[in-house]
């Protein structure tokens, strides 16, 4: 394997923008900017929480297909047009992320140029055993 491996989704922005799904660099996966779109490429959801899902699922399969697991994730980042709902979506995020705590990230953004997506998430992942340390007492 190349030190630079490029995920695709097929989609036609891929090509339009210039960019991959997602990026291997040795054990390490950039998993750019994810929605929450349904298997038919639609945005049918309409709250923080079920789009929260949807974008986590997606997630998962982009990181079961190169090989990752959740539990690789070491850093998310999750946009949010709807800040006043920013309880749902984290905690949406922490049933996801409980037991595996990466660096998190919520930040409030101007409206997607899809107007329905309220919610949409990138995450880091790498392969590697981690210890755990436990917190103070």
């Known amino acids: 394997m190349s030190l630079r491996q ?13 960019f991959s799904r997602a990026v291997e660099v040795g054990d390490t996966l950039y998993i750019s900017k994810t929605g929450p779109l349904d298997s038919n490429g639609e945005i049918t959801a309409t709250g923080v929480a079920e789009q929260t899902r949807i974008v986590l ?3 998962s399969r982009v990181l079961e297909q190169a090989n990752f697991k959740l539990e690789d994730v070491i850093q998310s980042r999750l946009y949010l047009t709807e800040i006043d709902k920013w309880q749902e979506a984290a905690t949406v995020h922490g049933e996801y992320f409980q037991d595996i705590r990466p660096a998190f990230t919520l930040l409030h ?4 140029p899809e107007r329905k997506m309220i919610v949409a998430m990138e995450v880091v992942a790498c392969r590697q055993q981690t210890a755990h340390i436990p917190e103070s007492a």
Do not use: D, M, T
Not at 6 to 18: C, I, N, P, R
Not at 109 to 112: A, C, I, M
């Open 6 to 18: 490029l995920h695709s989704s097929h989609s036609k922005w891929e090509a339009v923008f210039g």
């Open 57 to 59: 699922e997606n997630i």
């Open 109 to 112: 953004v101007l409206p997607f």
